[in-house]
């Protein structure tokens, strides 16, 4: 049945009094209208910031999520899953009854050889995590860390993988990870989008990455994750026109804020008090992203923590940076790719170039955010759409998606821990298997969130993030 | 099924029910109760059922499931165990289970009870029903068979319609609807002067028979069909499908009935001797994605591209969700999960691989192009070159027929005489003798008749070639190499990496003497006549040997490239690697390996090798090979020729331009490639080609392809019509069935879209779904009389836009009174004119309309308006489309739905505005509200452009600035502004004025924005000026929206 619309209501039996409290028909009341049609009583919302979900369903852990995607496929089995066994078995031929049967990507037909490891690993921190030695400033950290080492997806080719990693489907127009927790909890800021992605590139393994993966598919577009550019403008149209100071450009916001006021007198329809209020919000922005990218008030320590060479440079560091700028301002899913990781060959001499781009500044946000209180209720995930083979495929290791690792830090994460294995091959995760659905229902769970009731109705179908299947992880949460 | 007459929508009915004695009904009251909160469990899908309980029917019902209880009780819901388990307070018993999430409320209770109590009539589904036309009410005065249905919901529920809207509004409107761009001064002028009667419907006329008509109407159509110009997914290369997009456009333009241009689409290659224009249509289902990533299943993404036909079929006509039948039964609408690959049958004998093709050779699929099977289009002009170079090669080739290949007399004649010739000069360079090669890894190699070897087989990433031979002569001076380029390798280049490059990283000669013993053979020096740059042959020799093992060479990177990868390096490379004079004793055996570890799967694509006994000084990288092989042959005496050999020099003969034949060959040769390059030239698109023999069939168990179950045959949904006699099972009889008239859901859905085209919303909201999730209509008996007259007017589309437009419901003006908004918020009841924003080319399109900008050009390729700096960069550097320059002419100001578009990074303004990303078929776009469309519209180069170009023809207007203000407000709202509108403009303009007067160095910046030429007359403050409030203009609510 159709749901009441208190907007409507609102506006038909006040609009008397909305029309003559506003200075040209609309402002406040109108804001506290559309306020009202999202059901919360907070007459100071703008409507960007409200989800549909009135209360927690769960404790809430974690209040924004940084997913540091390393898109490509990072080799666990050089990063995070040590195999001696494997490295024993080096240069042989694989035992096939791993392999038979298995989908394979581009080793389809070859003769399948064990690869070792690269690196070394050591043992970091209190916990005695196991990580490679590549990864010094992660390693440092490893206490905060939760490694998960039996994560399974379902996807052999990056764009699929990707879009299993984001909506927990390959269907396409699902949602992603970033639109359902907007959709489903809102933003905390009213001067930037809520769902921000951030792309570098490495030197080395980068493969493309679509535009659709911070897609809202079905959810509406406002939704959708909104591309920092490393080109150009960072935020598309951000900036006035040449020759239009801020002062005009506040003249012309006015101006439409006045012009629409007297078509709302005449035709009473929320749609207009809702594009007031977002032309508003434009201009906000339009302040705010210069001060965001604005790095001036980070302390040269800070910089060099992070291991950035040039301020603004679109590297990974960099958007490390900016991703704890925009955790501190309230934006709700900040997505970083670095596409790096695609080692095919080459492996080892990727392996340093990517460590080189990533351990440090990784290792810096996580202390960072720690050291400003924020690692509490922010919740990181460090992670490829798959991992790698451990046959080797020439100097590299080919896309493998029956185990591998990634990593969680921050908000509700039992620190300083591992979870699940994989077994003596670093082949299939066989030890407390976590696939992608669990993953998501686990950190929907952080998020206070029942992954069973975070839907949309789509063509008639419940639409949710784990689709019918995940369930909540307990061993990866404190 | 006849729908009943209901004079309350879907929406209000809980309330009203409560207090009415109209019966229950299973379809608009139970259906969706049941359909959300209990068939997920005990409905159509047979794997999910629990405790035996099936609600989806009554026999069913009764029966009961596990527990033997009658679920339902006709006239009994005390005896109804459903009553019982939805009252329940035992969390045990009560339905549905807590963990599922779904509550029901009181009223939902009462309601199933109510329905119970009268009897518990279940009705199948009435979207599944066939269509019977109603008989229309009385017509209300003014208006016409659509406002007869609308009437008596409005009266029931105490709502007076709205009167029709000012004339100016209206046709604004109308035009947007039907044209996607304002209405003309010419139409609005002709409009608004006309009082009689006639003045709307000749209107309409006029706009229906536009050509931007059939351009607005194609944007939504190629939604649906998900065109786009890449191929999507990783590397997101380009294809050429623009002309179907221009089918498209024609096809509604020429106003094609809704039959055909389904039939044509669907399968117009199985039509009897198609026309080029039905084929064109078939593209419809090649518009889908293509994987080209490298490791790809062929098999996977055959069955996904067919299962996306499916979806896109279903969606598009059907308006039938199937995409979770492709795992299991559905779970609410009577499709089984056997049937859906039943229809999988019918698109899955395409000629085609199911992955995008392979160009310029194995394993090419970043240049982009359009995969097979593909459908030429010449032009006349092209198809004149066509037939005259294929009249002039058929000539060609019979001149050389007339020519006898065999030719004893000139042969001698040419024998002697080259004989002669070639004891002058020695011969540098040896063939080896018995050569055998083989890989490390998993190449494979053949050897052509040239002596040389072609290498094919895996690609490993390090491989290794090695050669044994038998080397001629008794002193080995120096080994050559020749790189050779072959049709097969990659780009058809000389190396098999992918870009047709290798790069060689070390080459060792060996000795191997008949007891077996191996000596290394130590290089000298190594020589090329061409190294790319960084990559010189040089630092493969001196190479320091060991015990005939390689030390490995200390700078990991170092080998020999040719730089295959540029076009113009595809040409026969030689090098020379001199060793240390070695004497070859007898039965010797020398051993060559060429080892591709610097860079993975760079070998080399086909090799030839020589040794030399001669002095290394004297022997040359000039050499020409080929002329020494004929020399070696020529110096051979009579007696010693080998049939080969003979052949050989048979063969130098036939190609010598001596032989009588030659200049015929060479004819031949010119007229062919004259013909090749013609059958080049045209435009191709991608089109559907049904195989002689389908290919079978099978369930994929849980959607997986290579899970695969029992073989299926081609079938139709049991639930729906059965195939109309004497049609083909196939796609064209499948086609046919979608249009035959009887199919209770194609006409349905179009109306309902055409509904929602026009009033926002369609008369069944969910215009995606009519399954049986689909929502109630809000006037079932409007929607199946439209849905019949649509198929009793020959599935006229423009008669039927005309048909809705006419109504009185259509006309009415967008004011509200507060009655409405209480008594009907969403407008379903039409007592006002609805009031939405524009779509995304809409927006962009009367920017440019308005600015006068706009190229009024239809059809042909994609074009390239302004967008953001690195737009295709951002995300990909892979594939044919990065770098995105914009046009510097025409193509910046043409219609939106020419826009290039490139899936992966789709134009940025579009998506914006909800634009569908054309990933896969989307048949309804969101509709949004963001602070990034006030950015595009503020600050994007289209629209500052646009007002730029506005604010000059405003000033080339007579009269003063109010009146100038005055014509520019109408010339973008297409309605005269109040004096208090135009008030607050002016004041803005005035401030400006003295802004860009203060400051001299501002003007000129803004103006600078856009290509479109700056006059020269005019004054740049006053100029920015007007700008700036055309941009005001621009950004307007009213603007953006249709009222």
Redo the contacts between chains.
């Keep these: 049945m159709r749901p009441y619309d208190p907007v409507a209501h609102a506006l038909s039996i006040n609009r008397r009094s909305f029309l003559t409290k506003s200075a040209y028909g609309l402002g406040s009341a109108a804001f506290a209208m559309l306020a009202a049609k999202s059901g919360f009583g907070d007459l100071q919302a703008a409507p960007f910031s409200k989800g549909v979900l009135k209360a927690p369903h769960l404790p809430v852990k974690a209040k924004r999520v940084i997913f540091l995607c390393m898109a490509g496929g990072p080799p666990h089995l050089e990063l995070f899953d040590n195999k001696p066994v494997l490295r024993k078995l080096h240069g042989q031929a694989f035992p096939e009854s791993f392999t038979k049967g298995q989908q394979i990507a581009q080793l389809q037909g070859a003769v399948l050889k064990a690869r070792g490891g690269s690196f070394e690993f050591k043992k970091w921190g209190k916990s005695g995590t196991e990580i490679t030695d590549i990864f010094p400033h992660i390693g440092s950290v490893a206490d905060e860390l939760c490694v998960v080492r039996s994560l399974k997806t379902e996807q052999i080719n990056h764009d699929t993988a990707h879009a299993f990693f984001n909506t927990g489907s390959i269907i396409k127009g699902r949602p992603s990870m970033g639109s359902w927790l907007l959709y489903g909890l809102g933003s905390e800021t009213e001067n930037l989008p809520g769902y921000i992605v951030l792309t570098s590139a490495g030197r080395t393994g980068q493969q493309p990455i679509s535009s659709r993966q911070w897609s809202s598919g079905v959810l509406p577009s406002k939704y959708q994750g909104i591309q920092f550019q490393s080109k150009g403008e960072a935020v598309h149209y951000i900036g006035n026109p040449e020759g239009v100071c801020q002062s005009t450009q506040r003249q012309v916001i006015d101006e439409i804020r006045r012009l629409n006021g007297q078509l709302a007198q005449e035709t009473v329809d929320p749609e207009i008090a809702t594009r007031v209020a977002q032309y508003e919000m434009a201009f906000k922005m339009q302040s705010s992203v210069p001060e965001l990218l604005d790095f001036k008030s980070e302390s040269a320590k800070t910089i060099e923590a992070y291991g950035i060479k040039e301020i603004g440079d679109g590297s990974f560091a960099s958007n490390c940076l900016m991703a704890r700028r925009l955790a501190e301002r309230g934006v709700r899913m900040i997505q970083l790719y670095h596409r790096a990781w695609d080692l095919h060959g080459g492996l080892d001499n990727g392996m340093k170039m990517g460590a080189e781009d990533v351990d440090k500044a990784t290792g810096a946000l996580i202390r960072d955010l720690k050291e400003r209180g924020m690692l509490d209720d922010t919740l990181i995930l460090w992670g490829g759409e798959f991992g790698r083979t451990p046959m080797g495929q020439g100097t590299g290791r080919d896309h493998h998606i029956a185990g591998y690792s990634v990593f969680l830090a921050g908000g509700g994460v039992k620190a300083g821990t591992t979870y699940g294995a994989t077994d003596e091959l670093g082949y299939n995760a066989v030890e407390n298997v976590v696939d992608v659905h669990d993953l998501h229902a686990t950190m929907l769970a952080l998020m206070g969130i029942d992954h069973h009731r975070l839907n949309v109705k789509f063509q008639g179908l419940d639409v949710r993030l784990t689709g019918v299947a995940g369930k909540v992880v307990k061993g990866i949460m404190a | 099924m006849r729908l009943s007459r209901l004079s309350l929508t879907?929406?209000c009915?809980?309330g009203a029910l409560s207090a009415s004695a109209e019966k229950v009904q299973f379809n608009r009251d139970i259906r969706p109760i049941f359909?959300d909160t209990c068939f997920a469990c005990h409905g159509p899908d047979e794997n999910k059922i629990k405790g035996g309980l099936r609600l989806d029917s009554l026999e069913a019902a009764r029966k009961g499931g596990k527990s033997g209880e009658a679920a339902i009780v006709p006239g009994k819901p005390e005896a109804s165990e459903v009553m019982k388990r939805l009252r329940t307070e035992d969390p045990d018993d009560h339905m549905p289970p807590a963990?599922f999430?779904k509550v029901l409320s009181k009223d939902q209770i009462a309601l199933v009870e109510r329905w119970i109590k009268e009897g518990a009539e279940y009705q199948g589904h009435w979207a599944f029903q066939t269509p019977v036309k109603p008989a229309v009410p009385p017509i209300p005065a003014g208006g016409n068979a659509i406002d007869a249905f609308l009437a008596s919901p409005l009266a029931a529920k105490g709502l007076a319609p709205n009167g029709p809207a000012p004339k100016a509004t209206l046709l604004r409107r109308a035009a947007l609807d039907l044209t996607g761009l304002p209405p003309s001064d010419a139409d609005l002028q002709a409009f608004l002067a006309d009082e009689s009667s006639e003045a709307w419907p000749k209107a309409l006329d006029r706009l229906l028979a536009s050509p931007h008509y059939g351009e607005h109407m194609a944007a939504q159509w190629l939604d649906f069909a998900r065109y786009a110009d890449s191929n999507g997914?990783?590397?997101?290369t380009k294809r050429t499908m623009w002309p179907y997009r221009d089918w498209v456009i024609k096809a509604f333009n020429d106003n094609q009935p809704f039959d055909a241009f389904t039939i044509e689409q669907l399968a117009g290659d199985l039509l009897p001797n198609p026309t080029r224009d039905q084929v064109v249509a078939t593209a419809f289902h090649r518009n889908h994605r293509l994987?080209g990533?490298?490791?790809?299943?062929v098999e996977e993404w055959f069955a996904e591209n067919v299962i996306d036909r499916i979806e896109t079929t279903g969606s598009t006509w059907m308006g039938l969700?199937m995409?979770?039948c492709r795992c299991h039964d559905h779970?609410?609408d009577p499709i089984s999960q056997k049937e859906f690959y039943q229809l999988f049958a019918y698109f899955n004998s395409n000629d085609e691989t199911g992955v995008l093709g392979e160009f310029g050779g194995s394993g090419r699929t970043r240049a982009g192009g359009n995969t097979p099977p593909v459908l030429s289009l010449p032009t006349e002009e092209q198809q004149q070159t066509i037939d005259a170079a294929a009249a002039k090669l058929a000539a060609a080739e019979q001149a050389l027929k007339a020519i006898p290949t065999d030719q004893p007399e000139a042969y001698a004649d040419w024998l002697a005489k080259q004989r002669a010739a070639v004891s002058k000069v020695g011969v540098a360079w040896e063939p080896l003798a018995n050569e055998k090669v083989s890989a490390k890894?998993?190449a494979e190699f053949k050897r052509l008749d040239d002596g040389s070897w072609l290498v094919s087989g895996?690609t490993?990433?390090?491989e290794t070639y090695v050669l044994e031979a038998k080397p001629s002569g008794n002193l080995l001076t120096a080994v050559r190499l020749e790189a050779l380029p072959d049709d097969s390798l990659p780009n058809k280049s000389l190396g098999r990496a992918s870009n047709g490059n290798f790069v060689l990283s070390a080459f060792e000669v060996r000795l191997e003497t008949a007891d077996g013993k191996t000596t290394a053979v130590p290089l000298v020096k190594a020589e090329a006549d061409f190294d790319q740059p960084g990559w010189t042959i040089t630092k493969l020799a001196p190479i320091p040997m060991a015990k005939g093992k390689a030390k490995k060479p200390s700078d990991d990177k170092a080998g020999w490239a040719i730089a295959g990868n540029e076009a113009k390096n595809r040409v026969p490379r030689k090098a020379i690697f001199t060793v240390s004079p070695t004497p070859i004793p007898a039965g010797a055996k020398i051993v060559v390996v060429m080892r591709h570890e610097a860079?993975?799967?760079h070998s080399i694509g086909r090799f030839r090798l020589n040794t030399s006994s001669v002095d290394a000084k004297l022997l040359s990288l000039k050499t020409d090979p080929a002329a020494e092989n004929a020399r070696r042959l020529l110096a051979k005496p009579t007696e010693q020729l080998t049939a080969a050999d003979r052949k050989a020099l048979a063969k130098l003969f036939a190609d010598s331009p001596e032989h009588p034949r030659a200049q015929a060959v060479a004819q031949v040769a010119a007229a062919k490639m004259a013909h090749d390059a013609a059958l080049a030239a045209p435009v191709t698109v991608m089109v559907m080609k049904e195989l002689p023999k389908p290919r079978d069939a099978f369930v994929l168990l849980r959607g997986e392809y290579?899970k695969i179950g029992p073989k299926v045959e081609r079938a139709l949904f049991r639930a729906l019509p059965p195939m109309p006699a004497g049609e083909p099972n196939n796609r064209l009889g499948l086609a046919r069935w979608l249009v035959d008239g009887k199919h209770p859901l194609t006409g349905r859905i179009w109306v309902n879209r055409a509904w929602e085209r026009l009033f926002g919303l369609g008369l069944v909201k969910?215009s995606?779904?009519f399954?049986?999730?689909?929502e109630w209509p809000s006037n079932p008996e409007l929607l199946d009389w439209l849905a019949v007259e649509f198929v009793d007017r020959k599935w006229d589309m423009k008669a039927t836009y005309k048909l809705i437009m006419s109504s009185a419901a259509y006309q009415r003006s967008?004011?509200?009174t507060?009655?409405m908004?209480?008594k009907d918020?969403?407008n379903r009841l039409l007592a006002r004119g609805p009031?939405?924003?524009l779509p995304a080319e809409v927006i962009r399109d009367q920017a440019l309309w308005i600015s006068g900008l706009l190229v009024d050009q239809q059809g042909g390729p994609s074009v390239k308006p302004y967008m953001?700096?690195?737009v295709w960069?951002?995300?990909?550097?892979?594939?044919d489309m990065r770098n995105y320059k914009a046009d510097t002419g025409e193509g910046l100001w043409r219609r939106s739905l020419y826009t290039i578009w490139k899936?992966?990074?789709?134009p940025?303004t579009m998506?914006?505005f909800?634009s569908s990303?054309r990933?896969?078929c989307?048949v309804k776009r969101?509709r949004?509200?963001?602070?990034?469309?006030?950015?595009?519209l503020?600050?994007?180069?289209t629209f500052?452009e646009a007002a730029r170009k506005l604010a000059e023809q405003s000033l080339r207007r007579p009269g003063d600035a109010d009146a100038r203000l005055a014509w520019m407000f109408r010339r973008v709202v297409r309605r005269d502004g109040?004096p208090?509108?135009l008030a607050?403009?002016r004041k803005?303009l005035d401030?400006?004025l003295a802004?860009y007067a203060a400051d001299a160095t501002?003007?000129?910046?803004?103006?600078?924005?856009g290509l479109s030429p700056l006059p020269a007359d005019l004054d740049k403050a006053q100029l920015?000026a007007w700008t700036?409030t055309a941009?005001?203009l621009l950004?307007?609510?009213?603007t953006v929206?249709r009222?």
């Excluded at chain 2, 399954?771 to 689909?774: N, W, Y």
């Design positions: 879907a929406a009915l809980l359909s963990e999430h997914f990783q590397s997101d994987n990533e490298g490791g790809r299943i969700t995409n979770c779970k609410y890894e998993n895996g490993a990433a390090k860079v993975s799967a290579d969910t995606e779904n399954g049986s999730q689909a967008a004011a509200v507060p009655a908004l209480e918020p969403d009031r939405f924003r953001p700096e690195a960069d951002e995300t990909s550097v892979y594939g899936r992966t990074a789709a940025p998506m914006l909800d990303g990933e896969v989307t969101s949004s509200n963001t602070p990034m469309q006030a950015l595009s503020l600050n994007e180069t500052v109040t208090a509108e607050v403009l803005g401030k400006r802004t501002l003007a000129p910046k803004l103006l600078a924005q920015a700036v941009n005001t950004n307007l609510d009213e929206t009222e």
